[in-house]
């Protein structure tokens, strides 16, 4: 089992029911192919650097997972049919960036505490 970290962006003209919706989609997409799901962190509606598909924010999502490299394939080709999703990106972590994650999650969590 490798581990993954994916952030997409949706659309920005969705609601707060239909983000989380169409993120729990990803979730469940992940718990089917028996990955296991680190943390999931919502980043809310933020600019965008430039103009994508002439919208200027959007809806950021992180998902961090556990699982086999085929997952990937199936995870992004069920970005690419969706066409609320505007960006996407997922990079297998090293043993380093694992460490760096698991600190940044314990500082996100004492920042919120």
């Known amino acids: 089992m490798n ?33 296991e799901i680190v943390t999931r962190e919502n980043w809310g509606l933020k600019k965008l650097a430039y103009p ?5 924010n959007g809806f950021y999502t992180l998902i961090e997972f556990k699982g086999e490299g085929s997952v990937v394939a199936d995870l992004e080709l069920a970005f690419k049919r969706d066409e609320r999703v505007i960006r ?11 460490e760096y994650a698991v600190t940044r999650r314990a500082k996100v969590k004492a920042a919120k505490a």
């Open 52 to 56: 994508i598909q002439l919208k200027k």
């Open 88 to 98: 996407y990106l997922t990079t297998k972590l090293d043993k380093h960036a694992v």
């Open 3 to 35: 581990n993954y970290e994916t952030v997409f962006i949706l659309t920005p003209v969705l609601s707060e029911s239909q983000v989380e919706e169409a993120v729990n989609k990803y979730v469940d997409l992940l718990k089917e192919k028996n990955c």
